[in-house]
């Protein structure tokens, strides 16, 4: 298996899939001349040309609906957003045509399109560019939504979306694309819909998505030196959600923390806690927490940044308290 | 419903009636007639007839508690949508907004699945799930019925994309109210279609008012085909009340999107006899009862009888019967919808994903 970083990871998805379909095709912002502002349709136009590797104006909500036509007539676009956070200029497309057209026109239209791009806070850019909007879009049936949180998942996960007949929302951490990981050799599929236990341990389950798999992972990797071994359940697609995982996972710890990016209020981790108060209530020995970004718009100061969001201390001090340790 | 809501549009006019708009002296017949024949002439009549009588049915089944939600009616602008659809091939592809019983009836969508659709039955062309505002009906490449104002308008130039990519000669049709050219979907659409060289006729339905708001409150600059200019774009504004200026300007704008892959706005100056949906007066708030009724003397379908009277190629006997068929269609699209179960409840669950094979 090759180390690769998350970013060729996606690469190596867009080429294949580009390479493997022509009705396949890549639209965005920046994304031929410029290869890319985050650099993942790096090389792309050399290789594919103009008509598949298309530069657009900003002009999110455009080119966003011209995805949307492209695939009611049978192509396969993948829509490029330079970041979540303006995608919202286009969620009109996303929401009111893209996930309801197959139901609206009662099986005739289906969507294979991928809306893609870096979300959830980077490093100090203030409030309209750091945020996480898994909750809004797994809020919304006729959707799928990806979160990829390493390398394999990234490539896996964006080659069963490009191929995915119905509209994709895939949310590439911002955070992550330099980060580096074994991505297997050859054809490499994901499934979505289907969490990866990616540490095991049975004094509790910690289940979470996207970025924050890899602070799990990191906390998991800590904890197990004190003698705390953990479940880590990387939830890798959060619509449709694999609630079997998260259920055997519980089912077997009896404590859980739900961690996420996003704020708290209607969050993925609500949606989490109920899941698991159906399928687990007799199997709990403390209540479910949640770790999650503080309250607040994200601010810019380092220090006050640095305070909003989720770590990996706050999700030990949740763990700790769920297993009354602390 | 109100009392005017009820009354009957502009009947058929048992003969031509002397001074009524349309036969305003720029009508010469030659002219007029010169790009159809008796026999298009005589379906685009049938076209738009039938699409009045299914949109008088509908507001009676809707009076009924038949039709439910909101429903726009579309009778008083019959001679876009016939004028439009008899101009384009059946690969061609159309697309628009909610006021879209009249267009999929035109397009050749059946007026039995429309009807069913408005039902919310089994067998209407969305299968119950769509409603007034959703018609779809991939059989004839009709896009849809959008809810959104705008909304639809960058989906078109989507389509416009597709055959370019594909390196077809296909065009997209986009209809859409004067209200949506002030909606930014509209202006990153126009722009799109122009700087990629889209073959899309984005068509401005202009009835004069955005549900309740006439254009003169909406509108900083009423010339709303100016906005072609403003896209590098060729425009051309026609009278939308007569089928026959309807075709010609179409003509040229297919020609440009066939072969010169070049799009087209296109506004069509109309009025809507009713309201804006089933829910509203007729007149009496936002426009005068004078007003409504200086325009309905403008029918299209009565501009349209008014011709083909005047070339005396049909006879009165022979008009009625065309009227005739039209009402039996309407009939029969009732009574099919009337007929049609309601969709099975296992149908909530189905269509929200497709299976994917590949």
């Not at chain 2, 939600?69 to 697309?95: K, N, W």
Request: with cysteine; hydrophobic share 40%.
């Amino acid at each position: 298996m090759a180390v690769v970083t998350y970013r060729d990871a996606l690469t190596q998805a867009l080429r294949e899939e580009l390479q493997r379909d022509d009705t396949v095709f890549l639209m965005g912002e920046e994304v031929a001349q410029y290869n890319g502002a985050y650099k993942v349709s790096k090389g792309l136009l050399d290789e594919f040309g103009p008509m598949r590797i298309v530069d657009t104006p900003i002009t999110e909500l455009g080119f966003a609906g011209v995805g949307v036509g492209a695939a009611m007539v049978g192509l396969r676009p993948i829509v490029e957003f330079m970041t979540w956070n303006f995608a919202l200029l286009a969620i009109d497309e996303v929401v009111n045509a893209a996930a309801k057209m197959l139901y609206m026109s009662g099986g005739q239209y289906k969507m294979p399109m991928v809306f893609r791009g870096p979300n959830g806070a980077a490093l100090q850019l203030g409030a309209q560019h750091s945020q996480a909007w898994e909750s809004w879009f797994a809020h919304i049936p006729g959707l799928k939504v990806c979160t990829p949180g390493t390398p394999a998942d990234a490539k896996g996960l964006l080659k069963s979306a490009i191929r995915d007949d119905n509209p994709v929302v895939f949310l590439e951490g911002e955070m992550l694309y330099n980060t580096k990981g074994e991505v297997p050799d050859g054809e490499h599929i994901v499934p979505l819909g289907v969490a990866d236990l990616k540490r095991e341990g049975d004094h509790c389950s910690v289940i979470t998505h996207g970025k924050m798999a890899l602070v799990a992972m990191r906390v998991a990797d800590d904890l197990a030196k004190e003698g705390i071994n953990i479940d880590v359940v990387d939830l890798r697609t959060v619509r449709p959600i694999d609630v079997e995982a998260i259920s055997r996972s519980v089912q077997k710890t009896n404590r859980a923390v739900v961690l996420e990016e996003g704020w708290e209020i209607c969050g993925m981790g609500s949606q989490v806690v109920d899941f698991i108060q159906r399928e687990c209530f007799d199997d709990l020995d403390a209540p479910v927490l949640r770790v999650h970004q503080e309250d607040v718009p994200m601010p810019y100061a380092k220090n006050l940044e640095r305070a909003a969001k989720p770590d990996a201390g706050k999700t030990i001090a949740a763990i700790k308290k769920v297993m009354y340790l602390d | 419903m109100s009392t005017d809501a009820k009354r009957a549009p502009a009947p058929v006019p048992k003969r031509k009636e002397k001074g009524t708009p349309g036969d305003n002296g720029d009508t010469a017949p030659g002219k007029d007639l010169a790009a159809t024949t008796p026999e298009i002439r005589r379906e685009l009549l049938h076209s738009m007839l039938v699409q009045r009588r299914f949109e008088e049915r509908c507001a009676e089944a809707y009076a009924l508690g038949k039709i439910g939600g909101f429903c726009h009616l579309y009778i008083g602008q019959e001679a876009i949508s016939t004028g439009v659809m008899s101009m384009i091939r059946p690969d061609d592809y159309v697309i628009t907004a909610y006021r879209d019983h009249g267009q999929a009836i035109a397009r050749g969508v059946s007026p039995r699945s429309v009807m069913a659709e408005l039902f919310g039955r089994a067998d209407g062309c969305s299968g119950g799930k769509g409603g007034s505002m959703h018609i779809f009906d991939a059989k004839t490449n009709f896009l849809g019925g959008h809810g959104i104002v705008g909304g639809h308008v960058p989906i078109a130039a989507g389509v416009g994309f597709a055959i370019k990519y594909r390196r077809g000669n296909q065009v997209c049709i986009c209809f859409f109210g004067e209200a949506a050219v002030n909606i930014g979907a509209f202006h990153e659409a126009l722009n799109l279609a122009s700087l990629w060289d889209l073959p899309v006729i984005f068509i401005i339905e202009n009835n004069r008012y955005g549900m309740g708001t006439s254009i003169s409150r909406s509108t900083a600059n009423e010339d709303v085909l100016i906005r072609a200019k403003g896209y590098r774009m060729d425009g051309e504004s026609v009278d939308g009340q007569d089928v026959f200026a309807v075709r010609e300007c179409m003509a040229r704008a297919v020609e440009r999107a066939r072969k010169e892959k070049r799009p087209t706005l296109i506004e069509m100056r109309t009025y809507r006899f009713m309201g804006h949906s089933m829910s509203d007066a007729v007149s009496g708030t936002y426009r005068t009862k004078d007003e409504l009724e200086e325009n309905m003397k403008r029918d299209p379908i009565l501009v349209l009888h008014n011709k083909i009277y005047e070339s005396g190629e049909l006879s009165e006997g022979e008009m009625s019967k065309i009227d005739d068929e039209a009402k039996a269609i309407a009939q029969d699209a009732w009574d099919f919808a009337d007929a049609s179960p309601e969709p099975p409840l296992e149908k909530l669950y189905t269509d929200v994903y497709a299976d994917t094979s590949s």
